[in-house]
């Protein structure tokens, strides 16, 4: 085992503060990576809290990894020290059931090993990325192109993927209308992606108040869905709306934005059920679903159209030691768009 | 114009009594028909007693017909004097907007005409099956096999195109695993249609009343769903899921019975919104959808299938004189599986 430095919670109500864990050495298929930057999710902060209940400490959070490999197991082949490369939602699945079997491990029905807050298959609790190093099986590991900067690029890992499957999923491209509820960290990597596919993006807001970055970060179309207006105007405009909010919707209002056989599509999990209208559903062959993050194979694939086309999220970097501040902004919808740890201040 | 028998309800209280109606002469593009048989749809009931709002009277229900052509107009090319054919729930539309030309005509945004209840382009009522004689373009017009006897293709108008549709939407077929919820009228057809394509079919009814039924219709298995042990046997395991059922159910357990990238289709509308959980739908990429009908290429595709594999409803032959009688036993689920009425008690 190694002695490394990590941010840790103790307990559900302690604030995120220094701590030294252990990380096993690298077995044969194993890569230990150097962390150089993790961004920090909203879900960390619903973990860190307990807030789904089931949280297990010492917690360290972080999915959202990139960092360069350091070390590499005997029998490992797709790395080698020196590689750029990033960690995700998840480190392990079963590899055998027919999810992972289709590349679709975050769906793996015999568990599903998550970065954090979860155990390896030998009941070991894993440790995220608010941490110096974690050391991952080979082919839960992905490569970040060489033209994006690593801290900008550690978002992808969550919120890209997260936003990019549901958009190839239902098939985003040439000739398609997408719309993306909230503006947020998923939102406005959406809104890239989406742009970067092909398809004509609108934004569905509460306010007009970050309409300038919108259209900046390519959105062909911006509204505020405060106002009723919008509702009216942009009947049956879209094929696919992803909703990246997770507070409580009419979900019905945006079910009549859908063309015939468009989708709504949830990628939060809202507190309360979602009450849907079946005529809206029935009368246009319209569908509610919901879609969690990507498997390995689609989050690489994910990270190469981002190189490909030079996507990477907009950030605001901080020092480790802001954690807990940068929490309590998060809540607030105070940051454009998502924050990412410099994992060099955890040596301060 | 020229006059009919028919039977028809004056207002939303009275029972449905003989009439005399009038029907256009045809015009170049119309096809006259003889109507030999006309099922009875849960659909004419709501309609009859307004119990959607907006019912138009004089109302002749009837959108499940089967006739033989009397008539043709001097254009018509694609029916002769003395052709099987049947009329569905719509006998016009828009013929111009997307739906249209993509042959879903049943989504039409400009207005479907249907085949009761509505006005024709020109603002004349439209008046259904329960009737002599019906003139309809011969661009809605079906034609029926020659195995299929009338009166059991009658049902395959509405019931059968309604279940048909989603099944070929969602790619039924061999290898695929599929439920029904509800052995009624659209249910029973569902689940020969469904065996017919190769799917391995399961009935969810609430009780195992009709389960020696079920299982000679072509199902493989036939659960109640008043037994709690039928959710936890059946997690994950269907592709399909189309819920015939208008009564409201627990639709997050049936979520649960659903394959990652399942999806739950309603075919009628439930009085009350859907109270769906979001959960399932984010861990299983899941959907709940709707689908209405099938388009007129759809319906004929439909009725072909129903040919080549002998394929028609389970009927119970009325005279028109006990149509009120048999809208009770509708209401009670006492039929099997689906009235039809025998238009020629209409002279006696």
Redesign the interface.
Known sequence: MTQIKAFSAVNETAPLSAATIERRLPKDNDVSINIEYCGICHTDIHQVRNEWGGSIYPMVPGHEITGIVAEVGAKVTKFKVGDRVGVGCFVDSCRTC??CKDG?EQ?C?NGLVLTYNSTEHDGTPTMGGYSEKIVVNEDYVLRIPANLPLDAAAPLLCAGITLYSPLR?WGTGRGKKVAIIGLGGLGHIGVKIAHAMGAEVTVLSQSLKKKEEGLKLGADHYYATSDPETFTELQ?RFDLIINTVSAALDW?LYLNLLK?DG?LV?????DT????????????????????IGGIKETQEMLDFCGAHNIACDIELIPIQKVNEAYERVLKSDVKFRFVIDMATLKA
């Open positions: 027919t999810e679709l769906y029905s999923h049956g019905n015939r989708a949830v990628v939060g999990i809202p059920n979602i009450p849907v209208n079946a005529f809206p559903l029935v009368m246009g062959r319209k569908s509610v679903a919901g879609s969690l």
